[in-house]
């Protein structure tokens, strides 16, 4: 009996980030690759600088039915957001989805998406900023999405970072190397990197899509916001053990931070040291992904090894 019970014990305590994560299949020439909307509102002919870059890899695209419809801010309805969502990752024919932009409203139809399917037959979700609320509930779902550029940034992307996309995509090896700074905190460290744009993660804290840090390697980054909220948002991921058992954190883009007309005292960099510094991990800031046109494509999901040493930062995906 006793045994029994410990066997109950260790299997009830196995949590979600120890299966084993579903890579979707990489594409290859000839495959489609969906536009939808899921937050902010799109137009077709706003979609041309993604769909001759995606014809330029040899895939053809499939606009949403949300592509065009305009809801104030959204992309449709959320049913009709909902709706377009679910055909694309239920359509055999679709190997990828883009998420079109992001600004706000993925949170919205999350609950009412059906992953049933999907999870049996995955394909690669890509987008970044409000597609986080897709990343994280995913990373629960234990399948692998691309942090990446979206066709409404495709425009201003550099040649450099649109290949990181594509490498991504068609399964090609994707290493980044850059040089340290001597703020960032030096370490090795080994993980699946998870995470995405922290106003999202704190948003989805205590929620069935707040993602388990437990051995991962964390991602964040933030665009438009007060430095004093990003304190805040810090100390409640701490104080919902983020940082317990986290083994690196990344810190991309944190662009156009604002203060008060009386100081804070501390900028991004100070005050993410200042809570992690009691965790001993390896982090790097300014790490090129995020809200800036530099933003660099990241398999999250995926095992990667973390480096910061006296010269370099280095990100190497299994």
Known sequence: MYRFILVLILISNISHSQKKMKIPPYLKKGDTVAI???????????????????????????????IGLDSCQLGGTDAERTADFQEMMDDDNIKAIWCARGGYGTVRII???????????????MGFSDVTVLHS??????????????????????????????????????????????????GK????????????????????????????ILFIEDLDEYLYHIDRMMYNLKRNGYFENVKGIIVGSMADMHDNEIPFGQNEVQIISAIAKEYNIPIVFEFPAGHQKDNRTLILGKQVDFEVNDTEVKLQFH
């Open 137 to 186: 509930q995913l990373n629960v779902e234990r399948v692998a999405t691309l942090h990446s550029i979206m066709p409404f940034t495709v425009p201003k992307a550099p040649e450099e970072v649109k290949e990181t996309l594509r490498k991504a995509l068609f399964g090609e090896a994707i290493s980044y190397t850059i040089p340290s700074k001597s703020y960032d905190v030096k």
């Open 111 to 125: 609950d009412a998406l059906d992953f049933t399917k999907f999870k049996k037959h995955p394909k690669w979700i």
């Open 36 to 66: 939808v909307c899921t937050a902010r509102k799109f137009f077709p002919e706003d979609a041309i600088p993604a769909i001759e870059l995606l014809e330029s890899w040899g895939l053809k695209t499939k606009l949403g039915r949300t």
């Open 189 to 216: 460290a080994s993980g699946e990197i998870a995470g995405g744009n922290i106003s999202i993660l704190y948003s989805l804290l205590g929620s069935k899509s707040s993602i388990d840090t437990n051995e991962k």
